[in-house]
């Protein structure tokens, strides 16, 4: 039949020896099919070549190894970090910056012929090490064009190129300043603003607080084109007198700067003059001599006039007016008997104080000294008798008497006979008076 093909027979094959018929085909006989077993693959081949495409493919993942995310501080330097881990030859090492869909290169590390700097950079970057493994960049005077995306690429061989990305973002270091309020701070005057601090020009913003119990903080922040903030805190309180002296401080922080910043500020508050007359002491008697009335006085601001008069009668020779002292030059007569009067003024206002004398005919310390004396006697007699009644009230009644004999330690024959021997007497008597049975 036309197309078709039929089976022949192959003749018997000598011992040893076989035939396939049609050898020219690619027909395979049903016996080689069922006898011949299945081909294997090399493995030996296939694992190295596995093994070859992993590292290429294991080193090319693994890349430099740098810092994701770099923060610099504008007009700093900023380290750039990249490390090649790899166990390969290393030909070559680029720095490169992003700039959209374009590639700026910044620098080159030849292991052969050394380390270059490209254009605008030239003077800005530098190697840090000298290792081949290490071409960590250093970029100095940081300036906002120097934000974006940074890539180190190294070549090497045979796995090829790998590179890792670096993010840049530049920080602006605030300007920190401290400085009081624009009004002077009176005593008794409404709430006024004690000091103002500043943080210009950061970016971020800056944080500002106070410490400082006596007041309120208020704060405004501008934003400029330049994405800078000037952050300006006012401590505001209500003055008075007794605040002078104590301290707020203001605190800044800000990721750009290694450590807070701190800036103290002393109140000074302004008040009129508090005003009072010492050295009289009651005992100014005729013939004393070398006493003084001083006139003590706090005030702020300075400088402060004292002014000395007398109330009543006139001006007694001897006095000497000065400052804040009136000195009694003289021996002690009736005549400087009477109230003086101590004004002192400053800028605020003007206050005064006063102080009568009077000048005895003799000094009583000596019997003052007697009077003191009593008193201290008769306060220990009391605290002894009462320690006595206390001490009887807490006693028990059958041991008062023997307690009370052995307080006031009576003699025997003037301690009175106990109910018990009364009793025993009274029944003997009885006895001797009735007749027994």
Request: with cysteine.
């Amino acid at each position: 039949m036309a197309g078709s093909t039929e089976a022949t027979t192959p003749p018997p094959a000598p011992p040893g020896r076989h035939f396939l018929s049609n050898p020219p085909s690619n027909r395979r006989c049903q016996c080689c099919r069922r006898r011949r077993p299945p081909a294997l693959p090399a493995l030996p081949g296939l694992l190295s070549l596995g093994l070859f495409l992993s590292l290429l493919c294991c080193g090319a993942l693994a890349g430099p190894v740098v810092d994701p995310h770099v923060k610099a501080v504008w007009g700093k330097n900023v380290t750039l970090k990249c490390i090649i881990d790899i166990n390969e030859t290393l030909t070559q090492i680029t720095w490169e910056k992003i700039h959209g869909k374009s590639v700026q290169t910044i620098a080159v590390h030849h292991p052969e012929y050394g380390f270059s700097v490209q254009g605008e950079y030239q003077g800005r970057v530098s190697l840090k090490n000298t290792s081949h493994t290490d071409a960590s960049i250093i970029l100095a005077n940081v300036t906002f064009s120097d934000s974006g995306e940074y890539v180190c690429k190294a070549v090497t061989f045979p796995l090829g190129n790998s590179q890792s990305s670096t993010t840049v973002s530049v920080l602006v270091e605030p300007i920190v300043s401290l400085r009081k309020g624009p009004n002077d701070l009176i005593d008794g005057a409404n709430q006024t603003v004690a000091a103002i601090c500043t943080a210009a020009t950061g970016k971020p913003a800056a944080e500002v607080i106070w410490e400082g119990d006596l007041g309120e903080m208020e704060t405004t922040s501008t934003a400029y084109s330049n994405e800078t903030v000037t952050v300006e805190s006012r401590y505001k309180l209500v003055p008075t007198r007794f605040a002078r002296g104590r301290r707020i401080t203001c605190v800044v922080k800000h990721p750009a700067l290694e450590k807070e910043i701190r800036m103290l500020h002393v109140l000074d508050i302004q008040y009129s003059p508090e005003v009072t007359v010492t050295g009289y002491d009651g005992n100014w008697y005729i013939g004393r001599e070398n006493v003084l009335l001083r006139c003590n006085a706090d005030a702020n601001p300075l400088p402060m006039e004292f002014t000395w008069s007398r109330l009543d009668g006139g001006w007694p020779e001897g006095l000497q007016p000065l400052n804040n002292t009136l000195h009694f030059n003289s021996p002690l007569t009736y005549n400087y008997t009477g109230t003086y009067v101590c004004k002192v003024a400053n800028s605020l206002g003007q206050r005064s104080d006063q102080k009568t004398i009077y000048i005895l005919d003799v000094p009583f310390k000596q019997s003052s000294s007697v009077a003191v004396a009593g008193a201290v006697i008769g306060a220990v007699l009391a605290l002894f008798i009462i320690t006595i009644f206390v001490t009887v009230l807490l006693t028990p009644k059958k041991k008062r008497s023997s307690y009370l004999d052995k307080m006031i330690d009576l003699p025997p024959t003037h301690k009175p006979p106990s109910s018990y021997e009364d009793n025993l007497l009274s029944l003997s008597q009885k006895q001797e008076i009735l007749p027994t049975n």
